[in-house]
């Protein structure tokens, strides 16, 4: 899938050959050789757990417990993050209608293109329900919406409220409601969210594992930066070092003035004595994500440059520190902006542009949002990243982020904050 950190990665890529009057064809030749501190990674794949069926089972019941609380009949999913999270199924979407229908009561069901049937079979054998679940399958010349009210009716459902996760494409839901009139189409995102936000134990293991490495990543990373390279090359070595110890991931990197921009810039870069580094995102282990950044210099950091540094690292902790069950979300990102507006990078958005966080799971970004005005109160297993920022147009941009998971009497971060500009990854 093309993410944000994909997009930028890949955009980057491309600029960079272009503005060297290179063919965009020649980004598939292969790279240069890792310098050292990368080449030495070792394969952490082994450490990975994959979610258990038992823990998919408990996903659904405490759906179909949210659906009861919600009085939402039923719920429609295509392939997508949540499909995966409750049934481990994995659907590529196209036009054609797939759907998994998760009632109040009983097992779910699906509805699938007829030539489709078998992979769809195969996968459900150990997704909840499995051999119980029906399959309504469709032809190419059929309407496949009438399944998903034949599927609800066949259940006794013939009105009441349908949930329709967020992620639907309007096609389908538009195709769905014209085909159930007798049910009110709602929201599924109290469910879904209410189920994914939560974290078990076994999901914090994934995570603590996916940050684990990408510091170890970003560390070898900055071990190996010299004046001279293109910020171009870093995201490649980045990207090799993930395939090295067996996780997709990749990492945007910024230098100078394009630090200022938070999600960076397609422009080539080339890094120089004194130059202000921004690195960012992460890598994927089973499913779940990891996203932090480091800003880094290379060589002698100025006066302003620690200053705004020492200045987003007291905002980050003040954040973390904020974070605590029973707090509102809106709490811990006014936490970090009472901070960066004291020390004078104020007012609100003014250089401090974005929200303190997002939640994180299985995808990068997700509910609940540590942003202004947000009243969701955290609970124990919700899992955030902690990112202000401070940033000078024309100038340079700091970013620290790190993943935190909210604990039963606070919040803890995955890993370490960086220490400092020259020595991002000193332990203190």
Known sequence: MLNRRRFFSASAAVASLSALGISTEASAEPSSALPPALASLKNRRAEAQPISQEEREHRFERAQQL?????IAAIVLIGGTSVVYFTGVRWWNSERLFVCVIPQKGAPFYVCPSFEEERAREQMQHAPGGSASKVYTWQEDEDPYVLVAQGLKDLGLTSGKLGIEERVTFVFSDGIRKALPGFEVVSGTPVTAGCRAVKSAAELKLMQLANDVTLQVYEAAWKSVKPGITNRQVSEWIGAAYERVGFPGDASCQVDAYSALPHGSIQPQELHEGSLVLI???????GYESDISRSFVIGKATAKMKQVFETVH???????????????????????RKVIDDAGFGPGYAHFTHRVGHGIGMDGHEWPYLVKGNPTLLQPGMTFSDEPGVYLRGEFGIRLEDDMYITEDGA?????QSFSLEAPFAKG
Do not use: H, I, S, Y
């Open 67 to 71: 659906m009861q609380k919600e009085q």
């Open 280 to 286: 960012d995102d992460g890598c994927t282990v089973e």
């Open 314 to 336: 007291r905002a980050q902790a003040a954040a973390l520190a904020a974070a605590k069950p029973g707090v509102a979300c809106g709490a811990v990102d006014a936490a970090a």
């Open 412 to 416: 803890k971060l995955f890993t370490p």
